[in-house]
């Protein structure tokens, strides 16, 4: 029986061994677990704030979207008034084309050549120099 006893002893205190042995690895491993989460919650808060950079990037990318939205607007209406003005500078020339060419234009003519003669003749030296064109080279 002695040897019966002995071998459980023996058995008994291998098994608080390993046992020991194995509670000291699990208070190493909740140790090293205990640690990572801490890092992990270090972690969330980096990735908290990056994300909140990352909105707040959004937010002012999406702001000067409606600020180009809004140039864009109006250099299309600024198109919009130039092609107008051009139009109407067309219509314009056209009738001061026709205006200088018609009645009007020869009668002014005509003003402008007695006023030349007469500063020429009383000397003032007030006039225009102009030259006579031919009719040749007037508009149409």
């Known amino acids: 029986m002695t040897v019966a006893a002995l071998i459980a ?3 008994f205190a291998l098994l ?8 000291i690895g699990m208070i190493r491993l909740m140790g090293t ?7 992990g919650d270090v972690l969330l808060e980096r990735a908290s704030a990056v ?7 959004v ?11 809004a ?19 067309g219509a314009l020339a056209g009738f001061g084309r026709t205006l200088a060419a018609g009645p009007v234009g020869r009668a002014a003519a005509v003003a ?13 030296r007030a006039a225009l120099p102009g030259r006579v064109v031919s009719r040749a080279e007037v508009p149409r």
Do not use: N, W
Not at 16 to 23: E, I, K, R
Not at 33 to 39: A, H, K, Q, V
């Open 71 to 89: 140039v864009t607007a109006s250099m299309d209406e600024l198109g919009e008034g130039m092609a107008e003005l051009a139009g109407q500078v």
């Open 59 to 69: 937010g002012r990318a999406s702001r000067q979207l409606d600020a180009a939205e």
């Open 9 to 11: 002893a023996i058995s």
């Open 33 to 39: 677990s205990r640690r990572l989460l801490e890092r």
């Open 51 to 57: 994300v909140d950079g990352a909105q707040d990037a």
């Open 112 to 124: 402008y050549g007695i006023r030349h003669a007469t500063a020429l003749r009383r000397g003032r």
């Open 16 to 23: 608080a061994v390993v046992g020991v042995a194995a509670l």
